[in-house]
């Protein structure tokens, strides 16, 4: 048997009593372009995302298959208010031209 516990407050969520309180989660869509890679580069994109703040949580992924084969994501981080980087590494052995796609995100901010 299990029980599922949540409080819900005015001004968030949290789960369980000791949870972490959520105060808000933003969710949308935005093109990401991913300049030309050379074979083993790494290049940080920037997006602008309104209402991100430095220490939120990220989540993002491409909504299609236009994101160009051999694109690595490494990492994504809030790293200054309204502003998303992504790191990207190309993981073939050639140069990657470079490519536009619509992806998903949603930051969770406490």
Not at 15 to 37: E, P
Not at 52 to 80: C, K, R
Request: aromatic share 2%; hydrophobic share 45%.
């Amino acid at each position: 048997m299990s029980t599922t516990v949540s409080n819900v407050t005015v001004g968030g969520l949290k789960v369980a009593s000791t949870g972490t309180l959520l105060t808000k989660v933003l969710k949308g869509t935005i093109s990401v372009t991913v300049a030309a890679l050379t074979a083993g580069a790494e290049a940080d994109v920037s997006v602008t995302i309104a209402g991100a703040a430095a220490g939120d949580i990220v989540l993002m992924t491409p909504l299609d298959a236009s994101m160009e084969t051999g694109v690595s994501v490494g990492a994504i981080w809030v790293s200054a208010a309204n502003t998303v980087k992504i790191r990207m590494s190309n993981l073939h052995s050639s140069t990657l031209t470079g490519s536009t796609a619509l992806w998903s995100y949603c930051i969770i901010q406490s």
